[in-house]
């Protein structure tokens, strides 16, 4: 019987026009980014990703020190911190915090950590409208979509989907030009942006020695988000965190690069808190609220700590051959793509999607492309280890007696020697089934050679 | 004359023992002193990959038995070569005497000509068009990207036609391929679009499983584009 993320991999396989907008999106992001670092355009790379990686690690394995750094900061600037242990601490302090101060409309900046949360249909349920004002993530709303991608979300939607849907939704006419697109949809958001009373972003990083929140966009959304309404909430996983406003400098310079093959993104903006005494601009009010929602049981573990380095570029998802097959709508959560295999059995447990660790060929790539060098096969093999040892996957009780039987082989050559042939033999007369029917399924299968080469060796010897 | 001592892997035993023996003629006329260990078996790469780490040991143990007092372990794959100098240490305590200096005695076949031998022209002769699939242990483990090339560029006859993904996945990944069937299938079948551009007839890598995964997928589809290792394109005069 299959099972659903199965028919949600064989519906993406099955379609044309969307391996080949996968394909092409994903493929430019990459081909963009193996630009921007090459040698020749980049000559410090590898060395900043490594200095990269050493501060994530510094940092999360003080993670207690820099937070409160950090809070300490925020707070002297003006700002309030809140700590939410997980998605409804979050999403109550921002309801109470719209009823409050009696607004029903909020515009948002895309925030794969409000997806996370599912913040928008929990605010719809109490009345509150959330309005999301990064293109990608407007039309997806506008479709009733997740994201399909960490950093492209609507990557899957063709020019012409999008027409249909502006028109269907917005009673546009129907235009497919991407400026004209855009248009629509700034026109549309123009409104919102004017009438909200509260405006909420993610955080790129977050700087704890100057209680800085820095946001990095090529919109321009996101500053308007967080500059026209009267109070801006900036929502952040704890992991988010670097030590010194001078560390922004590695990050930058590999975040842009990995993501979109851009030296730079079109806005970086440096947030440091409300309005104070004798500034032009700036919210009123800002409130950080800062998230752990599961990553504390992350960072429990020693080796897979590593995985709250990830700065979701996205360059691993451009990069992964099984991505760029099955899109992000077969994984079971927000996150997709390699980072999205190792961060749902870490934050949902492997009980919840054990074949998950296992829709991997290990080929690398994506520790490769990481900016900040997660070693994503490593863990990926430890959580394998996790699942077997819980017998928890499908056939796995089959599958640790086969296992048991042939490592026990492998410890006896001469009885191997024997078995291997007769084995093989017997399994190609069998009704074809399991392993070998889903071999045959794709491709033909070479026979076994008559003679071993341990057989021939000794006949040469002779 | 370096004494060096095959590790002929559990696909290549059963599957292509051709691939063996060429190796071992190679080498061979590299100068160097050859030996089998017929006790040998696998690396346990397979009970490792699928998380079976436990049997994984059993069997990492039973071949560092078999190799104990071996000078040089030389491989006919750079996942199985990884598997063992790299993988090891996950299996086994930090100070463990037997994984020490691991790294340094086993080689992937075509490093070991190029970067321990110093040899680059070991006298071969194929007249084909070869492309090189780069199998991803070998590439981003065992960082084997140049010497396969510096060796087919010495082989008289054969012109060396790169193809545009040569470093993307073939898509086998082991029990992934039956596992994920149709990704595995999908992902092999971008691989040979990418073959079939370069106008190539052979597919060469040093990896056997990558290409047991190509070559099923070249048949199926019915091209007469054919596989090779490098271990017996170098053995062809
Ligand atoms: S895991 Fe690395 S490559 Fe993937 S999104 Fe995170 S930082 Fe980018």
């Not at chain 1, 429990?300 to 380095?309: F, G, I």
Request: proline residues 4%; neutral net charge.
């Amino acid at each position: 019987m299959a099972e659903p993320y199965q028919h949600k991999i064989a519906n993406a396989l099955g379609d044309p026009k969307l391996q080949l907008a996968i394909y092409s999106a994903t493929g430019r992001l990459a081909d963009g980014r193996r630009r921007t670092v090459s040698t020749e355009a980049f000559p410090d790379y590898q060395e900043l990703r490594q200095h990269a990686h050493e501060i994530k690690k510094h940092t999360l394995n003080h993670l207690d020190f820099y937070l409160q750094e950090l809070e300490r900061n925020v707070e002297a600037r003006g700002g309030r911190v809140i700590w939410a242990r997980d998605g409804q601490e979050a999403r109550a302090f921002i309801r109470n915090l719209a009823r409050e101060r009696a607004t029903n409309l909020i515009v948002k900046s895309k925030s794969m950590t409000t997806e996370e949360i599912h913040l928008n249909e929990h605010l719809a349920q109490d009345g509150i409208e959330a309005v999301e004002t990064d293109l990608g993530e407007y039309i997806l709303q506008l479709a009733g979509e997740k994201p399909f991608h960490i950093i492209a979300p609507a990557l899957h939607k063709t020019r012409e989907d999008i027409a249909h849907l502006f028109e269907r939704r917005l009673h546009a006419a129907h235009e497919t030009t991407p400026e004209r697109l855009t248009a629509i949809a700034r026109a549309a958001l123009r409104e919102k942006f004017l009438e909200a009373g509260i405006g909420i972003t993610g955080a790129n990083f977050l700087v704890a020695d100057s209680g800085m929140v820095v946001l990095v966009e090529n919109e321009g959304n996101a500053r308007l988000s967080c500059s026209a309404p009267r109070i801006h909430v900036a929502v952040s996983g704890i992991e988010k965190v670097i030590p010194r406003a001078q560390d922004l400098g590695v990050f930058l310079n590999l975040l842009g690069r990995s993501a979109t093959g851009q030296p730079l993104s079109v806005y970086t903006s440096f947030l440091s808190g409300p309005r104070r005494e004798g500034e032009l601009d700036g919210p009123e009010e800002f409130y950080l609220v800062l998230l752990d929602n599961g990553r504390t049981k992350v960072l429990a573990d020693a080796e897979k700590r590593q995985s709250l380095y990830c700065i979701r570029c996205g360059a691993c998802l451009n990069n992964c051959p099984v991505y760029r097959k099955i899109g992000g709508y077969s994984y079971p959560w927000v996150y997709s793509g390699p980072i999205g295999k190792i961060l749902t059995p870490q934050f949902m447990g492997v009980h919840q999607d054990p074949w998950l660790p296992f829709a991997s060929s290990l080929c690398g790539a994506c520790a490769e492309v990481c900016p900040v060098k997660i070693e994503i096969p490593k863990i990926l093999l430890a959580l394998r280890a996790e699942i077997t040892e819980a017998g928890i996957q499908k056939g796995g009780m089959v599958e640790k007696l086969a296992f048991r039987m042939w490592a026990w082989l492998m410890r006896h050559p001469r009885i191997y020697e024997r078995v291997a042939p007769v084995a093989a033999a017997a399994a190609s007369r069998l009704p074809r089934a399991g392993p070998l029917k889903a071999w045959l399924s794709q491709r033909d299968l070479p026979p076994l050679a008559r003679r071993s080469f341990r057989q021939l060796w000794r006949e040469r010897r002779k | 004359m370096p004494r060096v001592s095959l590790f002929v892997t559990c696909i290549v035993d059963q599957v292509f023992p051709q691939v063996g023996l060429a190796m071992a003629g190679v080498l061979d006329r590299a100068g160097c002193e050859i030996e089998f260990r017929e006790a040998q078996t696998c690396c346990g790469q397979p009970a490792f990959n699928s998380g079976y780490r436990r049997e994984a040991r059993t069997v990492a143990e039973y071949f560092l038995q078999v190799f104990e007092d071996a000078d040089y372990i030389v491989v006919p794959s750079g996942s199985c070569a990884s598997m063992i100098a790299h993988h090891y240490a996950e299996l086994f305590d930090a100070g463990d005497t037997r994984i020490a200096g691991l790294a340094s005695r086993v080689w992937e076949f075509s490093r070991f000509l190029v970067d321990v031998l110093h040899v680059e022209d070991v006298g071969a002769r194929l007249e084909r068009v070869a492309t090189y699939h780069d199998g991803c242990h070998a590439l981003r483990e065992m960082r084997t990207k140049e010497a396969p090339r510096r060796l087919l560029e010495h082989v008289r006859g054969l012109r060396l036609a790169e193809m545009d993904a040569a470093e993307e996945c073939c898509g086998f990944g082991g029990t992934f391929s039956v596992k994920f069937p149709e990704v595995s299938g999908g992902m092999a079948r971008t691989k040979i679009d990418s073959i079939l551009r370069s106008g190539a007839e052979i597919v060469v890598s040093t990896d056997s499983s990558c290409l047991m995964q190509i070559q099923g997928v070249l048949s199926r589809a019915g091209t007469g584009v054919r596989t090779m290792h490098l271990a017996e394109v170098l053995d062809s005069r």
